[in-house]
């Protein structure tokens, strides 16, 4: 658990280079426990580079990742997918979620892979499936849920460990607008309770409603800053 106001993400002098491409430039950046910061800009500017950085799914080329005190230079592949399972819940704009594992099992394995046995694992999941409002898609298979429906289900699946941070990839970027809106309450929701939430996304509304800060970028670097008066 973290408590308020404590930082639970900070970069500092991070710069990512895929061969020649600059995804990102020098940036440094603090995130606090129970903010929720949007991240704007064009795209290519390294919106996703910078939270796969966060997510330790990708190694700075120089800088450093701190998130939940964890340096994460510092970790070994091992204790680095550790943190992933532990420390960090991703939601991505096309939910990613397994064709082959029922809603109930999708959210229930995020648990099992940190070794919670697959009875309170899938305890827990049913209870995070029914306060996201889909309890009764338990047993269905993603294919024949709908888009809002699936992205539920990320979320549950996102939250299932009671990650430090969230983060979200264009959240609503594949949904309906009726469906985006939802998906948006939903996280503003979250905010509200305390949730810390890092999300990427080109909708000036999504930022409007669910953001106390957005940070713009633009080629690799925080070109600007400000912060939200919050909508609700
Ligand atoms: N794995 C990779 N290998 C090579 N280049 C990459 C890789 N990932 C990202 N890039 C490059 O880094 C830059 C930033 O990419 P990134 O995906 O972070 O942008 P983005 O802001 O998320 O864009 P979008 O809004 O389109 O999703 C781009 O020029 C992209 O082509
Ligand atoms: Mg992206």
Known sequence: ??????????????????????????????????????????????KSTLLNMIAGLDRPTSGS??????????????????????????????????????????????AQL??????????????????????????LYPAVLSGGERQRVAVARALMNRPAVLLADEPTGALDSHTGEQVMDLLLDLHQLGQTLLLVTHDERLAQRCASRVIAIE???????????QSA
């Open 1 to 46: 658990m973290t408590t308020e106001g404590e930082v639970v993400v900070r970069l500092e002098r991070l710069r990512k280079h895929y061969g020649e491409t600059v995804a990102l430039d020098d940036v440094s950046l603090e995130i606090r426990a129970g903010e929720a910061v949007a991240v704007m800009g064009p795209s290519g500017c390294g």
């Open 219 to 229: 080629d690799g670097r925080v070109t600007g800053e400000r912060a939200m008066e």
């Open 114 to 139: 940190t070794g919670t046995s697959a009875a309170h694992a899938r305890r827990r999941a049913l209870d995070l499936l029914d306060e996201l409002g889909i309890a009764d898609r338990a047993d």
């Open 65 to 110: 990742v701190t998130v939940h005190g964890e340096e994460l230079s510092t970790l070994s592949e091992t204790r680095l997918a550790l943190f992933r399972r532990h420390r960090i819940g991703m939601v991505f704009q096309f939910f990613n979620l397994i064709d082959d594992l029922s809603a109930l099992d999708n959210v229930a394995l995020a």
